[in-house]
């Protein structure tokens, strides 16, 4: 088993910047991705962007690109979400997630999530 801690969120106002983390914790040697999603009020999770653990690759929806950038501290166990020039359509709770094979990770089911993360980001 894998757990997912996430912090960060908050309120910020439209322009805005936020950084997100998800420290991970458990049978982490097997992760070979994590990633990011977000769900809004009354809308399906979706897909925010993901990175794989050794070698680094990044994946973005196309709705972040260049606005958001992930990273991960292997030492730490950690994976962030670099948030600048927030919409107010970027509100929603963000949840980070691990998946242990490969796959395509924007569309793949992942293993394992975190309990979520609120962003608010106010006009």
């Known amino acids: 088993q894998v757990q997912l801690v996430e912090s960060g969120g908050g309120l910020v106002q439209a322009g805005g910047s936020l950084r997100l983390s998800c420290v991970a914790s458990?049978?982490?040697?097997?992760?070979?991705?994590m990633g990011w999603f977000r769900q809004a009020p009354g809308k399906e999770r979706e897909f925010v962007a993901a990175?794989?653990?050794?070698?680094?690759?990044?994946y973005y929806a196309d709705f972040v690109k260049g606005r958001f950038t992930i990273s991960r501290d292997k030492a730490k166990n950690a994976v962030y979400l670099q948030m600048n020039s927030l919409k107010p359509e970027d509100t929603a709770v963000y949840s980070c997630?691990?998946?242990?094979?490969?796959?395509?990770?924007?569309?793949?089911?992942?293993?394992?999530w975190g309990q979520g993360t609120q962003v608010t980001v106010s006009s």
């Open positions: 458990g049978r982490t040697f097997s992760v070979y991705a």
């Open positions: 990175i794989t653990w050794i070698g680094g690759t990044t």
């Open positions: 997630a691990a998946r242990e094979t490969w796959a395509e990770l924007t569309t793949a089911t992942y293993d394992y």
